[in-house]
């Protein structure tokens, strides 16, 4: 099998919910600011700490999402800015589209949804861990549920493309 690689982008409805969920960290920080320098908010350093979150989570969260999707014979590579992960590809996976169901009652355990897209550990009522690597929205969520068990949703910017390779 030759290499496949697909881009993996942001899409229009969660650039609204990265700037919306923005939007709040400012205005939250600003307050703390203003509490502060009043003197209604005794902690010194809750101010700088929300500023440094502001700062560094948002990056954080931006260079551990996937740029590419590399596919070869063996793996399956994320390629992010800050690492790469690796997905080994086993005979007993299954590569399919998320269904409505999948996803009911989804709870993030760990990691970040809002920000850039989903990253993180999540729940669902008949998934109880899925690693989320998505930066666009629901419909165009992959699954691949490994032969072991374990669940990685992706969003690859072209889905019909990434899922007719594995058919």
């Given at each position: 099998?030759?290499?496949?690689?697909?881009?993996?982008?942001?899409?229009?409805?969660?650039?609204?919910?990265?700037?919306?969920?923005?939007?709040?960290?400012?205005?939250?920080?600003?307050?703390?600011?203003?509490?502060?320098?009043?003197?209604?908010?005794?902690?010194?350093?809750?101010?700088?700490?929300?500023?440094?979150?502001?700062?560094?989570?948002?990056?954080?969260?931006?260079?551990?999402?996937?740029?590419?999707?590399?596919?070869?014979d063996?793996?399956?590579?994320?390629?992010?800015?800050?690492?790469t992960?690796?997905?080994?590809?086993?005979?007993?996976?299954?590569?399919?589209?998320?269904r409505?169901?999948?996803?009911?009652?989804?709870?993030?355990?760990?990691?970040?949804?809002?920000?850039?897209?989903?990253?993180?550990?999540?729940?669902?009522?008949?998934?109880?861990?899925?690693?989320?690597?998505?930066?666009?929205?629901?419909?165009?969520?992959?699954?691949?549920?490994?032969?072991?068990?374990?669940?990685?949703?992706?969003?690859?910017?072209?889905?019909?493309?990434?899922?007719?390779?594995?058919?």
């Amino acid at each position: 099998m030759e290499r496949t690689i697909f881009t993996c982008s942001v899409d229009r409805e969660t650039w609204k919910m990265t700037g919306i969920m923005f939007f709040f960290l400012l205005f939250y920080t600003a307050f703390l600011w203003m509490l502060h320098s009043v003197g209604w908010f005794s902690l010194n350093i809750a101010p700088w700490l929300m500023t440094f979150l502001c700062i560094v989570v948002p990056i954080i969260i931006y260079g551990i999402q996937p740029r590419r999707l590399v596919i070869s014979d063996d793996a399956i590579r994320l390629e992010c800015p800050f690492r790469t992960k690796v997905i080994p590809r086993d005979a007993g996976m299954e590569v399919r589209r998320v269904r409505d169901y999948d996803t009911q009652f989804l709870v993030r355990k760990c990691g970040s949804n809002g920000v850039f897209g989903n990253w993180g550990l999540f729940g669902s009522k008949r998934w109880p861990r899925m690693h989320f690597y998505t930066k666009r929205g629901q419909k165009d969520w992959i699954m691949l549920r490994m032969g072991d068990g374990k669940i990685y949703i992706l969003s690859p910017d072209d889905s019909e493309a990434f899922l007719r390779i594995f058919s």
